[in-house]
C-alpha cells in the first residue's frame, strides 16, 4: 500500500494520477473533498480508500506491515492563513507524528517541504539540508515557517541518531502550475489566473512593483511544472537509499511578465496586461526572486529534465484549460 495524503490536493492527485499510471493499484488517500468540486481531482482514479485526516491514524494501525510507503503532500498551504495555531498543527504536528510512526514501522516517508523556507532568499536558495545551513533562513509568513520548522526537527533526528524512516526526503516545492489546482481559490497558479481572465475576453492582471531593482512584471520567480516535480518524487521513490531535503524547481528564474506572455502565446492572442499595486497585506513580505539550486539533485543521479516555461504553459492552456475536461 501507499498512502498519500493530501490526495486530493493539487500536487498530490496529481502524484495519485501518476502512480496509478505505473500500475500502483493499492493506493489510499486522505484528504477532506468539502462540498466543493474537489473530488473531480480524483474523479478518474480507481484509489482504494478515501480517509478522513482525523482517522488516518487510526487507519495507519489497522493497517501496519501493509504499508510500504507514505507521501505526505498534506498542509495547510495559504500563504495568507491568519490561524498560526491550525498551521502548526496539521504542518508540524501532524508531520512530526507521521515521521515517528514511520520511524516505528520502516515506513519510507516522501513530505512537502516548500520554497517558502527560504525567506526572502537573502541566505541564497541553495538546499543545504545541515542544522547550520537551515538555521540562516528566515521565512517570511507562518506557512513557511511551519514547513521550515518540521524541516530542522527532522534533520535533528537524523543528526541525533533518533529513530527515522528507512527512507525520508522532503522537497521544497517553488512555483508549481499545472492541472487539478482549480479548488485552490486564490492561491492557484499565476497561469491559470490569467488563462481564465484570458479566455474570458478579459486581460492579464500583474502586480507592480514596489522594489527599486525590478519593473513592473519583472518579479521572478522559479516556476515548475507540476508533472516535473511529481517525477522528481517518483525517481525518489525508485531510489529507496537516498534521503535528505532536496529543491524542486527548474533552477532557472523567469519573470511574471514572460509567464503572461506564454499564456497569450498559448491561447493565440496579443498580450494585453495591466498592472495593479500589491496588496498591502503581502507587500511587505513579497518574495522578488526565487530560484531552485537544483545541483544536489542532479548530483544524486536524478534524469528529470526541467520542462521549459513556455512549453509547460502551453501544455497546461491548451490540453487542460481549453478542454470542456480541464482535469488530470
Known sequence: ??????????????????????GDQSLIVTDWLGTGDKWR?????????????????DYLDDHRGEIETIFHMGAI????????????RTNLTLSQRLWS?????????????S????????AG??????????AKLLPLNAYGWSKHLFDRWAVRQIERGYPSPPQWAGLKFFNVYGPNEYHKGGQKSVVVQIA???????????????????????????????????SIMLWLYDTPKLSGLFNAGTGKARSFLDLANAVFAAIGRTPDIHYVDTPDNIRANY???TEARMERLKAAGCPVAPTSLEDGVRTYVQDFLMQTDRYR
Open 1 to 22: 500500500m501507499i498512502v498519500i495524503t493530501g490526495g486530493a490536493g493539487f500536487i498530490g492527485s496529481n502524484l495519485v494520477a501518476a502512480l496509478e499510471a505505473r
Open 41 to 57: 481531482n480524483l474523479g478518474k482514479r480507481a484509489v482504494l480508500a478515501i480517509v478522513p485526516p482525523e482517522e488516518l491514524f
Open 77 to 88: 498551504s495559504s500563504t495568507t492563513e491568519p490561524d498560526a495555531d491550525l498551521i502548526v
Open 101 to 113: 510512526w514511520c520511524a516505528e514501522g520502516r515506513v519510507r516517508l516522501i513530505y512537502a517541504s
Open 115 to 122: 520554497a517558502a523556507t527560504y525567506g526572502d532568499g537573502k
Open 125 to 134: 536558495f541553495d538546499d543545504d539540508w545541515s542544522s547550520a545551513a537551515l
Open 196 to 230: 481564465e481572465h484570458v479566455l474570458n475576453g478579459g486581460r492579464a492582471t500583474l502586480f507592480r512593483s514596489h522594489h527599486p531593482d525590478y519593473a513592473d512584471g519583472g518579479q521572478l520567480r522559479d516556476f515548475v511544472t507540476v508533472q516535473d516535480v511529481v
Open 287 to 289: 518574495q522578488y526572486f
